[in-house]
């Protein structure tokens, strides 16, 4: 039997880092990811992970953060903003996550196998370089991305954002590369309040930060025309070595605390749609790590969506995107979007 050519990472002891009863980000989401994997599991590599070194840490992390959050390990719990909270095992959870969330990366660089999922506690996406916030603890995300490249002499590497909330840590730690192109997908005005459509990147990084916000009540029509009429041009210029998804589940439409419409379907076309494009650019290197998403079923139904796309044989042709509606929501988002980037970008809007 061949080697799967997908591998998948999740352990107990992600469960242990917990915030106080009634916090939507619980261990019980794991739950709902392992449900999503057992159709699948005899098509998946299941690995361990690893506690990520300080040294890779410190790629993204100032060492007075770290010191701070080292210091908690096995103390009593507390918080470090107005919903990030820690117990005596989360530091130990938090490097679990950036260490699985490296060795998926740094292994379809390498040219190990080239596709994976993360299923990981604490997410990341929301802290920052000097400080944690919005339930991340850890930049898992952005610290793979930083190690991929100080190890492998600077690939280039899209990050796709699609959380529902703006991935702020990750944005800012990458706002000056060029050889990283963030692209986010969010609802907005909402947490954290960045992520508008001027923000696109800075100095030599300019035009590699791509922010599509939202209104509250996109669904289906709108996430996956974004994706091919926006995020597919925009990877299609950019050339990547390999896509990473900052993979929240909290735009499904059961979640708890945003309000947007997506299903299961809108899951599973964007994710045919990256899968086609990974296989289109970059060897089929396409990394999923998990972030926020708050309803079960949500959390369940993305994570089945994605793993069915990574699990087939190929990619689906990039099919051809249906008409943009005149006065259509999908349509103002991509006019938007078209001002600012289109002169980088030049078939941005196309199908
Ligand atoms: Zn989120």
Same mark, same amino acid.
């Given at each position: 039997m061949r080697e799967p050519s997908v591998q998948f990472v999740g352990d107990?002891?992600? #469960?242990a880092h917990r915030a106080p009863?009634? /916090? +939507?980000?619980?261990? &019980?989401r794991l739950d709902a990811v392992q449900s999503a994997l057992e159709p699948v599991r005899e098509r998946v590599a299941c690995r361990p992970p690893r506690a990520a070194t300080f040294d890779e840490l410190r790629s993204v992390h100032d060492e007075r953060l770290l010191r701070i959050l080292a210091a908690t390990r096995g103390g009593r719990d507390g918080q470090l903003d107005a919903d990030t909270y820690f117990v005596a095992e989360s530091y130990d959870t938090a490097c679990l996550a950036a260490g699985a969330s490296i060795d998926l990366v740094r292994d379809a660089l390498r040219g190990g196998t080239p596709r994976g999922f993360a299923a990981v506690r604490?997410?990341? @996406? @929301?802290?920052e370089a000097g400080r944690s916030m919005g339930f991340c603890l850890l930049n898992n995300v952005a610290i793979a991305v930083r190690t991929a490249q100080r190890e492998l002499g600077g690939p280039r590497i899209l990050v796709f954002d699609w959380d529902v909330h703006h991935g702020n840590g990750t944005q800012h730690v990458f &706002?000056?590369?060029?050889d990283v192109f963030y692209v986010s997908t969010h609802q907005f005005p909402?947490? +954290?309040g960045t992520g508008d459509h001027?923000?696109?990147?800075?100095?030599? $990084? &300019? $035009?590699a930060t791509l922010n599509v916000p939202m209104p509250a009540g996109c669904g289906d029509a709108e996430f996956v025309g974004v994706v091919q009429r926006i995020v597919t041009p925009a990877a299609i210029a950019f050339r990547p070595d390999l896509i990473v998804v900052s993979c929240g589940?909290?735009? @499904? /439409?059961?979640? +708890? #605390?945003a309000s947007m419409e997506l299903r299961f379907e809108g899951y599973r076309a964007m994710a045919e749609q990256l899968r086609a494009l990974a296989d289109l650019l970059c060897g089929g290197r396409i990394v999923y790590v998990l972030e926020g998403g708050y309803s079960l079923l949500g959390v369940q139904e993305g994570t089945r969506a994605v793993l069915e796309s990574l699990v087939a044989a190929r990619g689906t042709a990039l099919p051809a995107a249906p008409p943009l509606e005149p006065g259509s929501m999908l349509r103002s988002l991509v006019e938007r979007t078209a001002r600012i980037h289109g002169v980088r970008i030049p078939d941005l809007g196309a199908a």
């Amino acid at each position: 039997m061949r080697e799967p050519s997908v591998q998948f990472v999740g352990d107990p002891r992600f #469960l242990a880092h917990r915030a106080p009863p009634g /916090h +939507p980000e619980r261990p &019980e989401r794991l739950d709902a990811v392992q449900s999503a994997l057992e159709p699948v599991r005899e098509r998946v590599a299941c690995r361990p992970p690893r506690a990520a070194t300080f040294d890779e840490l410190r790629s993204v992390h100032d060492e007075r953060l770290l010191r701070i959050l080292a210091a908690t390990r096995g103390g009593r719990d507390g918080q470090l903003d107005a919903d990030t909270y820690f117990v005596a095992e989360s530091y130990d959870t938090a490097c679990l996550a950036a260490g699985a969330s490296i060795d998926l990366v740094r292994d379809a660089l390498r040219g190990g196998t080239p596709r994976g999922f993360a299923a990981v506690r604490p997410p990341g @996406h @929301h802290a920052e370089a000097g400080r944690s916030m919005g339930f991340c603890l850890l930049n898992n995300v952005a610290i793979a991305v930083r190690t991929a490249q100080r190890e492998l002499g600077g690939p280039r590497i899209l990050v796709f954002d699609w959380d529902v909330h703006h991935g702020n840590g990750t944005q800012h730690v990458f &706002e000056s590369d060029p050889d990283v192109f963030y692209v986010s997908t969010h609802q907005f005005p909402f947490y +954290p309040g960045t992520g508008d459509h001027r923000e696109i990147g800075v100095g030599r $990084g &300019e $035009g590699a930060t791509l922010n599509v916000p939202m209104p509250a009540g996109c669904g289906d029509a709108e996430f996956v025309g974004v994706v091919q009429r926006i995020v597919t041009p925009a990877a299609i210029a950019f050339r990547p070595d390999l896509i990473v998804v900052s993979c929240g589940f909290d735009a @499904h /439409h059961d979640d +708890p #605390l945003a309000s947007m419409e997506l299903r299961f379907e809108g899951y599973r076309a964007m994710a045919e749609q990256l899968r086609a494009l990974a296989d289109l650019l970059c060897g089929g290197r396409i990394v999923y790590v998990l972030e926020g998403g708050y309803s079960l079923l949500g959390v369940q139904e993305g994570t089945r969506a994605v793993l069915e796309s990574l699990v087939a044989a190929r990619g689906t042709a990039l099919p051809a995107a249906p008409p943009l509606e005149p006065g259509s929501m999908l349509r103002s988002l991509v006019e938007r979007t078209a001002r600012i980037h289109g002169v980088r970008i030049p078939d941005l809007g196309a199908a």
